[in-house]
């Protein structure tokens, strides 16, 4: 969220309640019953305005994907494979949800995170196909191995690099016993 909209949104958390419990003051307050109806109508088209602009804000799925896309940089980064997917699933699902207007504005980031997916996949496919040819081969063709997968590994979220730690140190183990 960028600095004006910030202070807007601030502003209008401050300003609003404020008016509205004036308004209703005002109510008990007056007299005359016409300004009474009016302080009451306007009280009250004041917090119908309060409730479109929240809604707006928590309940449109533009705003909904924005704020799920803020949260991108910590899931892509350390959880699992499986999280990382249930993840797009939900903002592609939001997405689709969209304008066509507003599918422009997300489309490269929705596209990106996508991508970022799919390298981890094939990284970790990879992984597997490596972990096979542990132990096979000259030894020139074990450390091409291993090195292929540790610059595979380091590429890894946390919770992969787990599960394929124990291998990893299998093949280093062969290497060192083979030289």
């Given at each position: 969220m960028n600095k004006k909209a910030a202070s807007g949104s601030i502003i209008f958390l401050?300003?609003?309640p404020i008016a509205i419990a004036v308004l209703i003051v005002a109510y008990y307050a007056l007299s005359d019953p016409k300004l009474k109806i009016g302080a009451l109508a306007l009280a009250v088209l004041l917090a119908l305005?309060?409730?479109?602009?929240?809604?707006?804000?928590?309940?449109?799925?533009?705003?909904r994907l924005r704020r799920k896309l803020a949260s991108i940089p910590?899931?892509?980064?350390?959880?699992?494979?499986?999280?990382?997917?249930?993840?797009?699933?939900?903002?592609?699902?939001?997405?689709?949800?969209?304008?066509?207007?507003?599918?422009?504005?997300?489309?490269?980031?929705?596209?990106?995170?996508?991508?970022?997916?799919?390298?981890?996949?094939?990284?970790?496919k990879k992984m597997e196909l490596l972990i096979q040819n542990i132990g096979k081969g000259s030894l020139e063709d074990q450390k091409s191995n291993y090195q292929e997968m540790f610059e595979l590994y380091k590429r890894l979220p946390e919770q992969v690099k787990q599960k394929y730690y124990a291998h990893l140190t299998h093949a280093r183990n062969l290497l060192e016993k083979g030289s």
């Amino acid at each position: 969220m960028n600095k004006k909209a910030a202070s807007g949104s601030i502003i209008f958390l401050i300003i609003m309640p404020i008016a509205i419990a004036v308004l209703i003051v005002a109510y008990y307050a007056l007299s005359d019953p016409k300004l009474k109806i009016g302080a009451l109508a306007l009280a009250v088209l004041l917090a119908l305005i309060a409730l479109a602009i929240i809604y707006d804000y928590f309940g449109s799925a533009h705003n909904r994907l924005r704020r799920k896309l803020a949260s991108i940089p910590s899931i892509t980064q350390g959880e699992s494979i499986e999280k990382m997917k249930q993840f797009y699933t939900e903002i592609y699902r939001l997405y689709t949800r969209l304008s066509e207007h507003n599918k422009q504005n997300f489309y490269a980031q929705i596209i990106e995170i996508r991508e970022r997916i799919e390298r981890k996949l094939k990284a970790d496919k990879k992984m597997e196909l490596l972990i096979q040819n542990i132990g096979k081969g000259s030894l020139e063709d074990q450390k091409s191995n291993y090195q292929e997968m540790f610059e595979l590994y380091k590429r890894l979220p946390e919770q992969v690099k787990q599960k394929y730690y124990a291998h990893l140190t299998h093949a280093r183990n062969l290497l060192e016993k083979g030289s």
